[in-house]
C-alpha cells in the first residue's frame, strides 16, 4: 500500500475542502429521521449534486468525478471534517449503485443513477424480513412472472429510509421449488408508491421513524427493474453486502472526525484523566480503521475482492462506534442522558450497528471459518 497521495490527489482534496468551507450549512440540519429533516437534507443532496460533490467517484456521465476509490476516501474524510450533514441518499449511493455498476444495465444505469445523485429519488433497502434478516436466504416474499414484469407479495421490515423515501430494492423468491434455500432469488427495485405497497414507519428509541416495515400485494414490477438475471439474486446480494460491509458503508472519514470531535469535548469538560485512556483508544482506533481500510481499498483496485474479509470492517466499525458514542455520553454526565444533541442521537444510531448489514454473531463467524479456517459452530 503506497499512503503518499498524488499531486492530483492533493488537488481534489484542496478543491473539495474549499468547496465544502463555503457550502456546508452553519447550523445543523434537522435530524433527517423526521419528515422535516428528510426534506432537508434531500436539498442539501441537490446542492452537492450540482457541483458534482455527491458521487464524487461515478463516471461523469452519471454525476460523478471520476476521482476513483481513494478520492472517494479523501473527500470523504474531508466531508466530515468539515461537519457536513448525514447522507441521506446512502442506501442508494453505497448499495445500489455499485450492485448496478457491476450487474444491472446500462439502461438501468442511465434511468436510476443520475435521480439518485441529486437527491430526486431517495432509495430503501428492502432486505430483511420478520423471519430472515441474518439468515437471509430464508426469506419468504415472493415475486411471481407476469406479462411484462413480476407480481411481488410478503413483507419486508427494518427497511431503512423506507418511511419517507421514494423507491426500494431487495430480493424476493421467484422459484419455490429450487433446490436450495439461495437459489432461485430474484434481485428487484420498485416503487414505494406503487398500488399494493403499504409503509408502516418504526420507531427508533427516541421515536424517530428511521425504518419502516413494507406490507407488498401483488405489487408489479416490470422486467427492466430486475437486476441481473432472474434466479442470480443471491449472488448478486452477496457482492452488494460485501461493499456494505467492507468499504462504502461507513467510511473513515466519519469516525476520524468523531474522534476529533470526542477529544475536544474532552478538553471542554477539563480532561479529566478518568476519561483519558478511552478518548485515546477512540483516537488511535479511527487511525487504525482508515489505515485498514485503505489497505483494504488497495487490494480491491489491484483487483481482489474484498472477500470475508469485509466482515473484520464491520465488527470493527459497529462496535468502536458504540464505545465512541458511550464515552461522549459520560463525558456530558447527565446532560448527555437528556440533551437532544448529536451525540445522543449519534448514540442511538450507534446501537443498529452490531445488527444491521448483518448480525455481528454472523461476521464472527464468517470471520472463524472462512479466514481462520475453524470448523463450523453454532446453527
Do not use: C
Not at 430483511?128 to 410478503?154: C, F, H, I, N, Y
Not at 427492466?224 to 461493499?243: F, K, L
Request: net charge negative; no cysteine.
Amino acid at each position: 500500500m503506497d499512503l503518499a497521495f498524488t499531486e492530483e490527489e492533493k488537488a481534489f482534496r484542496a478543491e473539495a475542502r474549499a468547496w465544502l468551507t463555503a457550502h456546508v450549512p452553519g447550523s445543523p440540519l434537522p435530524s433527517l429521521e423526521t419528515a422535516e429533516g428528510f426534506a432537508a437534507h434531500r436539498t442539501w443532496e441537490a446542492e452537492l449534486a450540482a457541483e458534482r460533490w455527491s458521487v464524487v467517484n461515478w463516471p461523469a456521465r452519471y454525476g460523478g468525478r471520476e476521482t476513483g476509490l481513494i478520492g472517494w476516501l479523501a473527500f470523504e474524510e474531508e466531508y466530515w471534517a468539515a461537519g457536513a450533514p448525514g447522507r441521506v441518499g446512502q442506501n442508494g449511493i453505497s448499495l445500489l449503485a455499485p450492485t448496478l455498476f457491476d450487474h444491472g444495465t446500462e439502461e438501468q444505469r442511465a434511468r436510476v443513477l443520475p435521480p439518485m445523485a441529486t437527491g430526486e429519488v431517495v432509495w430503501a433497502q428492502a432486505w430483511s424480513e420478520p423471519e430472515a434478516g441474518s439468515d437471509l436466504a430464508s426469506l419468504r416474499s415472493r415475486a411471481v412472472r407476469t406479462d411484462g414484469g413480476w407480481r411481488v407479495s410478503g413483507q419486508k421490515t427494518w427497511s431503512s429510509r423506507a418511511a419517507f423515501a421514494d423507491r426500494a430494492f431487495g430480493l424476493f423468491r421467484s422459484d419455490p421449488e429450487a433446490s436450495k434455500p439461495h437459489q432461485g432469488l430474484t434481485y428487484l427495485m420498485f416503487d414505494l408508491r406503487a398500488p399494493g405497497v403499504t409503509v408502516r414507519p418504526i420507531g427508533r428509541l427516541d421515536g424517530k421513524p428511521a425504518f419502516a416495515e413494507l406490507f407488498l400485494d401483488e405489487v408489479f414490477v416490470p422486467d427492466r427493474d430486475v437486476i441481473g438475471e432472474p434466479g442470480e439474486g443471491w449472488r448478486i446480494a452477496m457482492s452488494a453486502a460485501g461493499n456494505e460491509r467492507g468499504l462504502m458503508l461507513r467510511s473513515p472519514g466519519r469516525f476520524l472526525a468523531a474522534a476529533d470531535r470526542l477529544r475536544g469535548l474532552w478538553r471542554q469538560q477539563g480532561s479529566p484523566p478518568s476519561a483519558h485512556d478511552r478518548v485515546a483508544d477512540a483516537v488511535i482506533g479511527a487511525r487504525a480503521y482508515q489505515l485498514f481500510t485503505y489497505a483494504a481499498a488497495s487490494r480491491f483496485l489491484e483487483g481482489a475482492s474484498l472477500g470475508p474479509e469485509s466482515s473484520l470492517n464491520k465488527v470493527f466499525w459497529s462496535e468502536y462506534d458504540i464505545a465512541l458514542h458511550e464515552t461522549a455520553l459520560d463525558l456530558l454526565g447527565d446532560e448527555g442522558e437528556s440533551a437532544d444533541s448529536d451525540w445522543a442521537e449519534g448514540y442511538v444510531f450507534s446501537l443498529a450497528g452490531p445488527i444491521y448489514a448483518g448480525t455481528n454473531e454472523i461476521q464472527r463467524d464468517i470471520v472463524a471459518e472462512r479466514l481462520l479456517g475453524l470448523p463450523k459452530g453454532r446453527r
